[in-house]
């Protein structure tokens, strides 16, 4: 029986993709949506803390067949025995764009979606770019272990040959535009039978932005674009073969 490591990447469906394992697995997924609940800031363990967890006893992954957590595709070297990874990836404009709706949700509380979303409030935020935009896809593949992937990570011709090599050694890898597909053959390879109660995770909202703010957002995520099409490709490899 393989163990999971699903690495979550932010704004790409894969709320939706754990919350299936989820349904699947009960409490065979960590954490649990009540066990985030219990969490500090009831978010993910930062992989320091999750590491200090794990070796002082207080989390035991006994039982557990999914690890989930917004952590570096490296991250799985810091887990103990032997960890099959997965992940989701998102067209990377549509991503930002999400990100950015997202940010301002929270931070208006009320947000009415048919209006236009104030990108370029965003993309002059300099701490916001560089910690949630800027090749923030390339960032979780090129990190290390113990990075925080939500926080500035710098991003060089280095770095991205770093993340194409663990990209092309991640076990599973879906993409948010074809979800239903992805899960497929995911449930394929994994043996497990996730469903579809939950694909309109794959619809895709749309956000209005200018060409302007496009533009903008491009030339922050040029390795991430190049990364989603070896991704997209790895994809249709895996869809092939199931």
Not at 24 to 51: I, M
Not at 78 to 96: D, M
Not at 180 to 185: D, I, L, Y
Request: charged share 25%.
């Amino acid at each position: 029986m393989s163990h999971w490591l699903f690495i979550h990447i932010m704004k790409t469906a894969g709320t939706s993709f754990r919350t299936m394992l989820e349904n699947h697995l009960g409490k065979g997924v960590y954490p649990t949506k009540e066990e985030v609940k219990q969490l500090p800031d009831r978010f993910y363990l930062r992989p320091p803390q999750f590491v200090e967890w794990l070796t002082d006893g207080r989390l035991d992954l006994t039982g557990r067949r999914v690890v989930c957590g917004h952590y570096s595709a490296a991250f799985v070297q810091a887990l103990p025995g032997s960890w099959r990874t997965a992940t989701v990836l998102r067209e990377p404009v549509a991503r930002t764009l999400s990100m950015i709706a997202h940010h301002h949700r929270d931070r208006r509380r009320m947000f009415d979606f048919r209006g236009r979303l104030p990108v370029a409030e965003y993309l002059d935020n300099p701490s916001f770019v560089a910690s949630k935009i800027l090749n923030y896809q390339t960032k979780v593949f090129a990190a290390g272990p113990m990075d925080n992937v939500n926080q500035p990570y710098p991003i060089d011709a280095a770095a991205f040959e770093r993340a194409k090599e663990r990209l092309d050694a991640v076990d599973f890898v879906g993409l948010t535009e074809t979800f239903g597909e992805s899960v497929r053959v995911f449930e394929g390879m994994s043996g497990m039978a996730l469903g579809a109660d939950i694909l309109h995770a794959g619809k895709n909202r749309r956000y209005s932005a200018t060409e302007e703010d496009v533009a903008r957002i491009r030339e922050l995520v040029g390795y991430d674009i190049e990364l989603y099409e070896i991704a997209r490709r790895k994809m249709q490899t895996q869809a092939a073969a199931a």
